[in-house]
Structure formats: structure tokens, C-alpha cells
């Protein structure tokens, strides 16, 4: 690897920490390979595995480009989540809430035809309880305070990601629809799905864990009638990866907010991916090391796009 700067790279791995940076030179490093030049493959994670020196052009200041092209990632992924996760609660509470207020605690809206499925109701109210009873929220202190029942509307401001999704996973199946309804989805399992996927995203963005060349064993479904996903033409790889995960995002986006220009900030950013050995857009889904596939998403060309700001705090990547 070459190091350009000693002082400043020692300054680094002092500030990232070498095992958190490491991950992301691993792919640069060079693969071990066998007597027919065929790679090796560890038989503890039945991988290829890698040798402790690097391929020609690995650079530090590359790398550590690549650490903050992650950090920028999540940053954009957290983004769009919130909007995701504030709106699909809304509608959740509006929904279900319209039948009866304290239908949170109502056993009769929930799917319980199975002893694993009644096991998973009691596992989200006692989750679900645990949320409210910890929330610092003023509307859940007043209700509490003035000891009233606290309507749907009100406790969902104490769930997270994790609690929204799995309470729409335990909802009978007629609930679903009207959820999924209001967000333009056929498939009752397929938002189950993407919610379920997306939460696991969102924690590995809130704990700071890399996610530019993660791979899910989950692979996403697709609504193959939408003519957007469609067109996308989707592979497994990407279903798995984050370009499959960015494009369902975006699909959900495109239904709660029209006018988003999310999209075109995400395909700056992708496009902007440092140039290293092992690092491809293949690594992240995309069917080519061409960058961001615009046209499938209507954009055109990047420069027409550059006066629009990236947010406030992609002024704190500011390498000092």
C-alpha cells in the first residue's frame, strides 16, 4: 500500500482505529492463490482468501476516501429512512387506529393462527411496552402524567424501526392490504420484506457499520408488475446488495414524498466511489462498473444536477 502521508495516516488509524479501516482495504489485498493460479478458499467462511500484501494502486488516501464515501452512504441512507419510517408509522396508527384506538393492545387484529405467530404477538406487545415505558416523548409523558389511555397516534412516536416493522409482519393479512394500499404495494409480503431489510440497514447505518459492499442473505423481493422495479431488471446479486436496497427505497420514497431529489444526491455520491483494486460497483450490485445507472431511474447526465446542495452535514467530512 502506498502510504503518501506517514504522519497524517498514523493520525487516522489513531482517530478510525485500525481493525474498523482495515475492513474496508480488505478487498484491496492481494488473493492467495493455488498451483493452477485458481484462489483459495477458506474453509472457515468459504471465501477466497487473501494475503497480507495489497494490489498494485491501493493507496491510504484512497482508502480512507472510500471509509468516508461509506460514512456519506449512510448518512443518505438514514435519510431516506426516516422519511420511510415516520410516514409508514403515520399511516400504520391511521389505518388500524381508525377501528379502534387502543387496537396496539388488541389481540384481534393480529394474525395468531399459529403458536409461533401468538409467541410473536406476546414478544412485540412486551417489546412495545418496553418502548413507550422508556419514552422521554412530552406527548407520552402528558398521557401518562394525567394517567390517560394513550391512543395509537400518540405510542408510535416511542417505536423504532424495528418495532413498526414487526408489528405490520404480525397484522392479520386484510390490515396489510390497507397499509400497503396507501403506499402503493400489491404484496402485503413483499413490504413485510423490504421493511424487515431495510431495519436491518438502518441499524447497520445508526451504529456506524460499513455498508457500501454489504451482502444480505436475504434476497429482496421484487413486484415484478411495477413498471419502475421492472425495468430495473434486478438480479439476484443486487437484490442482496445495496443498489437493490436503494432501489426499493426509492420506491417508497417516490409514493411519500414525488418532488424528492434524494436519488439524484445518491447517484452524485455513487458516482464519486474512489477508484481502488477490489472495489467494484459490481461489490455494491450495480450490473456494470459504469457508475450509477441514471437512465433507469430518469435522470440525466450528472452535471445538470450539480447546482442542486448536498445536506448541511456533508460539510463535516472535512478532512483536517
Known amino acids: 500500500m502506498l502510504v503518501e502521508d506517514r504522519v497524517r495516516a498514523e493520525r487516522k488509524l489513531a482517530q478510525v482505529g485500525y481493525y474498523r479501516l482495515s475492513g474496508f482495504w480488505y478487498p484491496c489485498r492481494r488473493l492467495r492463490l493455488d498451483k493452477n493460479g485458481q484462489p483459495v478458499i477458506s474453509p472457515v467462511n468459504n471465501?477466497?482468501?487473501?494475503?497480507?500484501?495489497?494490489?498494485n494502486g491501493t493507496s491510504f488516501n484512497a482508502i480512507f476516501e472510500l471509509y468516508?464515501?461509506?460514512?456519506?452512504?449512510?448518512?443518505?441512507m438514514l435519510d431516506a429512512i426516516e422519511r420511510i419510517e415516520v410516514h409508514v408509522r403515520s399511516v400504520i396508527a391511521n389505518e388500524i387506529g381508525y377501528y379502534d384506538p387502543l387496537a396496539y393492545q388488541n389481540p384481534n387484529f393480529i394474525n395468531q393462527t399459529t403458536r409461533?405467530?401468538?409467541?410473536?404477538?406476546?414478544?412485540?406487545?412486551?417489546?412495545?411496552?418496553?418502548?413507550?415505558?422508556?419514552?422521554?416523548?412530552?406527548?407520552?409523558?402528558?398521557?401518562?402524567?394525567?394517567?390517560?389511555?394513550?391512543?395509537?397516534?400518540?405510542?408510535?412516536?416511542?417505536?423504532?424501526?424495528?418495532?413498526?416493522?414487526?408489528y405490520f409482519g404480525i397484522l392479520k393479512r386484510s390490515y396489510q392490504n390497507k397499509i400497503c394500499k396507501r403506499l402503493g404495494i400489491s404484496d402485503p409480503t413483499v413490504l413485510k420484506n423490504w421493511l424487515q431489510e431495510i431495519n436491518t440497514l438502518r441499524?447497520?447505518?445508526?451504529?456506524?457499520?460499513?455498508?457500501?459492499?454489504?451482502?444480505?442473505?436475504?434476497?429482496?423481493?421484487?413486484?415484478?408488475?411495477?413498471?419502475?422495479?421492472?425495468?430495473?431488471?434486478?438480479?439476484?446479486?443486487?437484490?442482496?446488495?445495496?443498489?437493490?436496497?436503494?432501489?426499493?427505497?426509492?420506491?417508497?420514497?417516490?409514493?411519500?414524498?414525488?418532488?424528492?431529489?434524494?436519488?439524484?444526491?445518491?447517484?452524485d455520491l455513487i458516482d464519486s466511489k474512489p477508484k481502488l483494486p477490489g472495489c467494484f460497483y459490481k461489490s455494491m450490485g450495480f450490473p456494470n462498473e459504469n457508475g450509477f445507472p441514471r437512465d433507469k431511474f430518469g435522470l440525466t447526465p450528472r452535471e445538470t444536477y450539480s447546482d442542486i446542495p448536498l445536506p448541511l452535514y456533508y460539510t463535516c467530512f472535512e478532512d483536517l
Open 47 to 55: 471465501k477466497p482468501e487473501r494475503l497480507d500484501d495489497f494490489e
Open 68 to 76: 468516508l464515501f461509506d460514512k456519506k452512504l449512510r448518512q443518505l
Open 116 to 166: 409461533r405467530q401468538q409467541q410473536s404477538w406476546n414478544n412485540w406487545l412486551a417489546r412495545q411496552n418496553e418502548k413507550v415505558t422508556q419514552s422521554k416523548e412530552d406527548c407520552i409523558n402528558w398521557h401518562r402524567q394525567n394517567n390517560k389511555a394513550m391512543p395509537f397516534w400518540v405510542v408510535v412516536e416511542a417505536w423504532d424501526f424495528g418495532t413498526m416493522s414487526m
Open 203 to 267: 441499524n447497520r447505518c445508526a451504529h456506524h457499520t460499513r455498508i457500501w459492499n454489504q451482502c444480505s442473505n436475504n434476497p429482496l423481493p421484487i413486484l415484478e408488475k411495477e413498471p419502475y422495479l421492472a425495468n430495473l431488471k434486478l438480479d439476484n446479486d443486487a437484490k442482496k446488495k445495496i443498489y437493490g436496497l436503494i432501489s426499493v427505497i426509492w420506491f417508497l420514497i417516490t409514493k411519500i414524498g414525488p418532488n424528492s431529489k434524494w436519488i439524484i444526491k445518491i447517484a
